[in-house]
């Protein structure tokens, strides 16, 4: 089956860019249907949607996020992306991927990773 | 943009008793031309990631126990633990499916008494 998996710094600087990537194994990227989603969770908080992109390319992000977000496909190495720029202390916080359906819930999860924003 | 809304923040349950979570959104959650309610529950274990529980708000999804039941429709909507077993303590989050942004409940969250 589909599995998801983050990976990339765990500690960010302020004013810098946090880059995540998230590979997909079991499963190809490029198919329609699904929504490639960054979800990301403060210590001890709730759930935030940062966005979505689709295997077209085509994305949407949460307008009520501070730090601005880039989120990218490679199709070819069957990943998928996140840049947040600008980051501040604010943007600690453990950060998953995960896929939905078009439309759909979010049915697979990566194990996620934390990220500290920190000088 | 969609507000979800849960109730309580916390709740202690016996083991074997019912655990009920209610969720309201801001704006029905009725989609389609088979009114399906694009609704969805997830139980999030401590530094686990969410798993999804139910979807179309009554569907539990795949090697989801039976004593998991969504209901409701349009804006109010109802997760019931049936009995609760100790494997059941975790932070439960609805979430609605109708629209980009995609918003979550704040999380209910549910311990043995």
């Known amino acids: 089956q589909v599995q998801l998996q983050e990976s990339g710094p765990g500690l960010v600087r302020p004013s810098q860019t946090l880059s995540l990537t998230c590979t997909v194994s079991?499963?190809?990227?490029?198919?329609?249907?699904?929504?490639w989603t960054w979800i990301r969770q403060h210590p001890g908080k709730g759930l935030e949607w940062i966005g979505n992109?689709?295997?077209?390319?085509?994305?949407y992000s949460n307008p009520s996020l501070k730090s601005p977000v880039t989120i990218s496909i490679d199709r070819s190495k069957n990943q998928f992306s996140l840049k947040l720029s600008s980051v501040t202390a604010a943007d600690t916080a453990v950060y998953y991927c995960?896929?939905?359906?078009?439309?759909?819930?979010?049915?697979?999860w990566g194990q996620g990773t934390m990220v500290t924003v920190s000088s | 943009d969609i507000v979800m809304t849960q109730s309580p923040d916390s709740l202690a349950v016996s083991l074997g008793e019912r655990a009920t979570i209610n969720c309201k959104s801001s704006?029905?959650?009725?989609?389609?031309?088979?009114?399906?309610?694009?609704l969805a529950w997830y139980q999030q274990r401590p530094g686990q990631p969410p798993k999804l529980l139910i979807y179309?708000?009554?569907t539990r999804a795949s090697g989801i126990p039976d004593r998991f039941t969504g209901s409701g429709s349009g804006t109010d909507f109802t997760l019931t633990i049936s009995t609760l077993q100790a494997e059941d303590v975790a932070v439960y989050y609805c979430?609605?499916?109708?629209?980009?942004?995609?918003?979550f409940g704040q999380g209910t969250k549910v311990e043995i008494k």
């Open positions: 079991g499963g190809s990227i490029n198919i329609g249907g699904y929504f």
């Open positions: 179309w708000a009554s």
């Open positions: 704006q029905s959650l009725l989609y389609g031309s088979d009114n399906k309610n694009s």
């Open positions: 979430q609605q499916c109708y629209e980009i942004p995609p918003a």
């Open positions: 995960a896929r939905a359906g078009d439309p759909g819930p979010f049915d697979v």
């Open positions: 992109i689709y295997y077209s390319g085509t994305t």
